[in-house]
């Protein structure tokens, strides 16, 4: 019998910089951290205190900031340097002096994007009004047709802001989600994210419950489906690679009916953002359950590679492609 396993949007991909973090403010242990610092209290206070500061800043200093913090992090976090160079060499024909130069991209990219959360309601309204449009028409075709939907993407580009576009397709929104750091500090998050109209599932036991009582209403979940946090999904071509990726998706879909989405918002070379749908995913007539979940899954994960290839260095590949326990690969 296949298990449900629900990936999570936007989960534990701050370990990147939080690591580098942490190899900056290591002392000697003290005494025990109680009350407000435990709950989290002062990061949550620093967070809304760079939120009012990074709203009176132009784009072009913000992203200077962050670019420093990116740099800095890259060269601090070397665990998670070598993962994601090991993953970035399929981009660089065997090169690993690029694929480093690669990583040190992403980081950067990664660090822009953080900021970009401090501002998403801001974005989000660009995105809207841009020109061309968020390409959405797929998924609000499902919608019409009375069909829930899951919308699936990589750990590309901003998929906070992906989520919250999906959110003016005119269905409630769900993604699921790890706690981001300490409580005070989700906290802020996921208000953040529910003002946008993306109602969080906390991931955990009840998780898929919930996901499988949304899509029997008809709404959208949104999962970020690259990483195989069980490791014990499907295995998939990926990146000229065997990879485990998590059947999740592809079970809730079967299970409901909901249509599988995959699609992706990423930053553009000169400015603003782009909104992308794709047409739902084939879901196969005959074979088996397993057969099936694995056949939707390989398409879920070729179109994944077809994103990433756009610019790898908005895919954070922080994470060991093989399982989501991150650990160095060979090199």
């Given amino acids: 019998m296949l298990k449900v396993e629900v990936s999570s949007v936007g989960s534990g991909d701050g370990a990147a910089l939080s690591e580098a973090g942490d190899r900056v403010l290591r002392h000697r242990p003290g005494p025990p951290v109680r009350g407000w610092r435990r709950r989290g209290q002062h990061l949550a206070l620093g967070l809304r205190a760079a939120t009012v500061v990074t709203r009176h800043l132009p784009e072009r200093t913000r992203y200077w900031l962050a670019d420093i913090v990116g740099h800095v992090a890259h060269l601090l976090a070397r665990r998670r340097a070598a993962i994601a160079a090991e993953n970035y060499v399929t981009f660089t024909h065997g090169d690993r002096r690029a694929a480093v130069r690669l990583t040190r991209r992403a980081f950067v990219n990664y660090a822009r994007t953080v900021t970009d959360f401090l501002v998403l309601d801001r974005l989000l309204d660009q995105l ?40 003016t397709c005119g269905r409630p929104v769900h993604a699921v989600a790890d ?28 998780s898929a419950r919930e996901a499988l009582r949304a899509l029997h209403r008809g709404d959208v979940l949104c999962l970020a489906a690259d990483i195989d946090k069980s490791g014990a999904g499907v295995a998939v071509r990926f990146l000229g690679r065997s990879v485990s990726f998590p059947a999740g998706p592809a079970i809730l879909a079967l299970r409901t009916g909901a249509a599988l989405i995959p699609g992706y918002v990423r930053r553009l070379p000169g400015q603003g953002h782009e909104a992308v749908l794709w047409n739902p995913i084939e879901v196969p007539s005959e074979g088996s359950s397993e057969a099936r979940v694995q056949a939707m899954t390989q398409g879920m994960a070729e179109s994944f590679e077809a994103m990433i290839r756009l610019d790898p260095s908005q895919w954070f590949a922080f994470h060991h492609l093989g399982s989501g326990r991150p650990r160095v690969g060979a090199g």
């Fill in 128 to 167: 809207v009004r841009s020109t061309p449009p968020p390409a959405t028409e797929p998924l609000r075709r499902e919608l019409a047709r009375g069909r829930a939907a899951i919308v699936v993407t990589p750990h590309f580009g901003n998929w906070d802001l992906g989520a919250a576009v999906t959110a």
């Fill in 179 to 206: 706690q981001f750091g300490p409580p005070a500090v989700d906290e802020l998050v996921r208000a953040t994210r529910e003002r946008l109209g993306v109602r969080i599932i906390s991931a955990g036991p009840a």
